[in-house]
């Protein structure tokens, strides 16, 4: 089987580990696309310093994909088009969500490889009635039209659990240059990462957490395994993460600060390790992880809207809403960790765009 293979530029960004928002959708209050709003997003992600957006993922809705709305292809083409606009696009990493039955994810692959995007993020959600086995027989099909960047979801947000088994097999197909990790689990987490360093393509494989309940663990948490006799770590270079669609800027000096730490040989793990409490604090209000994270992408939405970067929260499904108690929390965390939101940053950044558009 022939591949398309990643560009190597594109491949050497990736490794070097980078922020990766996952894109929200934006809707008006009749629930149709807010074309300016869907494309001022991208902006503020790239203004921010993001280096890459991942669009047609959980947090995009996966509604998006209904005949009803058409939404998919849509959302694929504006952010592409603004990463095209951005002058730093040649460094901008594209990944679009892969989704559905062997045939439908080929469509979405090379719909997305269509409109230039570097990798598939290839969900095994929502295929109950698929053995592991025809899983590593879809992602081989659709790694023969896109890159993949392999994605473990939690079950409470339509993913499944997957065995080490999976992921041993799932790393060796050729195509396969990253894999996001949002297990919300230390267990699968673990997995994943062991099948990886078991791997003869540990070396071509970057992790990115995905694991918004522990970020900054992740970040700073090497993963060594004994390996025939050696001794074989792997580490969390970025992160592809709904949490990152709010508060960008804060995420991407965050990450710029960690490795400056790895790299000054001077890391300083209780400041962070408490960093790391604050953010799982906001995370667990935005994603309403005690209501089964029901709230989730409303959460994400509240926020944006509070910065003026959303009209409102709406979902394309109605009862997708905040749960009674997460407006005011989502008050507390304003309250109790100023200094890790960028209101500030995202007021700036509306006044260019202002006049910007009026010049």
């Known amino acids: 089987m022939e591949y398309t293979k ?44 993001a280096g890459g957006v ?36 040649d460094k901008i990493i594209k990944v679009a969500g892969i989704t559905g039955s062997t045939e439908n994810a080929i469509k979405e692959a090379e719909l997305a490889a269509r409109y230039g995007y570097h990798l598939g993020l290839i969900s095994m959600g929502g295929l109950p009635t698929l053995s592991e086995e025809e899983l590593i027989e879809r992602s081989k099909a ?8 392999g994605f473990y979801l939690q079950p409470a947000a339509g993913g499944r659990l997957l065995s080490y088994e999976f992921w041993k097999a799932f790393v060796e197909i050729p195509n396969v240059y990253a894999i ?23 070396d071509e494989i970057a992790l990115y957490t995905g694991n918004d309940d522990n970020i900054i663990g992740d970040l700073l948490t090497p993963y060594r395994f004994n390996i025939d006799g050696k001794k074989v770590e792997k580490r969390f270079i970025g992160g592809l993460l709904g949490h990152w669609a709010v508060w960008t800027s804060k995420a991407v000096e965050l990450l710029k600060d960690i490795k400056e730490q790895f790299e000054s040989g001077n890391v300083q793990y209780d400041k962070l390790l ?8 906001m995370n667990a209000v935005i994603f309403d992880a005690k209501n089964s994270f029901h709230g989730c992408i409303p959460g994400i939405h509240e926020v944006l809207r509070r910065q003026g970067l959303l009209e409102g929260t709406w979902c394309l499904n109605p009862d997708e809403k905040m749960s009674p108690g997460q407006n005011e929390e989502i008050d507390r965390i304003y309250r109790d960790y100023p200094k890790l939101t960028d209101d500030d940053f995202v007021r700036h950044f509306l006044e260019k765009e202002f006049q910007r558009q009026h010049a």
Not at 188 to 201: E, G, K, L, P
């Open 274 to 281: 408490r960093r790391n409490i604050a953010v799982t604090d």
């Open 54 to 89: 991942a669009v047609g993922v959980h947090t995009t809705q996966f509604e998006i994909r209904r005949p009803e709305y058409n939404l998919f292809e849509p959302v694929l083409r504006m952010a592409s088009q603004e990463v095209a606009k951005h002058h730093n696009r």
């Open 6 to 49: 990643l560009d190597n530029k594109i491949l050497s960004l990736l490794h070097k580990g980078t922020v990766i928002p996952a894109h929200p959708l934006a809707l008006n209050s009749d629930r149709q696309l807010d074309e300016l709003r869907q494309r001022l997003l991208t902006r503020y992600y790239l203004a921010s310093g």
């Open 180 to 202: 996001k990790i949002a297990a919300f689990n230390r267990y699968q987490t673990i997995d994943v990462v062991r099948a990886v360093c078991n791997s003869s393509r540990r």
């Open 142 to 149: 659709v790694a023969a039209k896109i890159p993949l960047f």
